[in-house]
């Protein structure tokens, strides 16, 4: 079945400890999201691609970056994580149709400690 | 600019029982409106959404979203609710005009409580 798959579901690190998320799709999607999402509260959006053209929403800390090798994976790196950063962190992905769906990824749990 | 309002934070029923699960929005051209279902420690599962065509919008689950232009609102019902409905519910809209290109727009979330 073509989806979103997160690796790893969940991620314990350390306050200031570099990770990296990953995220890989088989739709074949030009376009992929990251998104942080805190406590049940709505996802907020940090960065997304068309194709490999990268765009950063204003408010997204300058500790969070992201890399897209190819089509299908893409990487959410935190540089010195924080304790607010802690979130569950879920990828999407659509084609460039703005009336197209986007699908979400199962999420990755980070925990800072 | 987009946005939308989902005015109830929990939402309780008992099963069996129909619920709705509101939402409103504002946007400056046509909306693309949207529901996720999300259940504990998962992503976002898409539901339904309205583009254009019949304001009543089926989709997964037994569920249904009717459009209504006139309110601006985009309400998640289903005749009979099950313990398993139990979940995260979002309301999520793009607008069709200007720059917002695929970029979606949630509401804050309501949480449904189905009782047995």
């Known amino acids: 079945d073509a989806m979103v798959i997160q690796n790893p579901r969940y991620q314990v690190t350390q306050f200031g400890k570099p990770v990296t998320l990953s995220c890989s799709q088989t739709l074949n999607h030009n376009v992929m999201y990251w998104y942080q999402q805190k406590s049940s509260q709505a996802p907020k959006l940090l960065f997304h691609y068309y194709d490999k053209d990268f765009n950063n929403e204003a408010d997204t800390p300058d500790n969070f970056q992201s890399r897209r090798p190819n089509t299908s994976f893409c990487f959410l790196d935190i540089r010195s994580p924080g304790l607010g950063d802690a979130a569950m962190y879920l990828c999407?992905?659509?084609?460039?149709?703005?009336?197209?769906?986007?699908?979400f990824g199962p999420g990755t749990r980070l925990t800072v400690l | 600019a987009q946005s939308v309002a989902q005015p109830e934070d929990q939402v309780n029923v008992a099963e069996g029982n129909p619920l709705t699960v509101k939402c409103t929005y504002s946007v400056s051209g046509n909306p693309y409106l949207f529901w996720y279902v999300q259940y504990p420690n998962r992503g976002l599962q898409f539901l339904l959404k309205?583009?254009?065509?019949?304001?009543l919008v089926k989709g997964s689950y037994g569920f249904e979203a009717e459009f209504n232009k006139s309110q601006t609102s985009f309400h998640l019902k289903k005749p009979s609710a099950l313990v398993s409905d139990s979940a995260l519910y979002f309301c999520a809209v793009r607008d069709t005009w200007g720059n917002a290109g695929n970029m979606l727009t949630f509401g804050g979330g309501t949480r449904l409580m189905v009782k047995p």
């Open positions: 309205y583009i254009t065509g019949d304001n």
């Open positions: 999407a992905t659509s084609t460039l149709d703005t009336a197209d769906t986007q699908y």
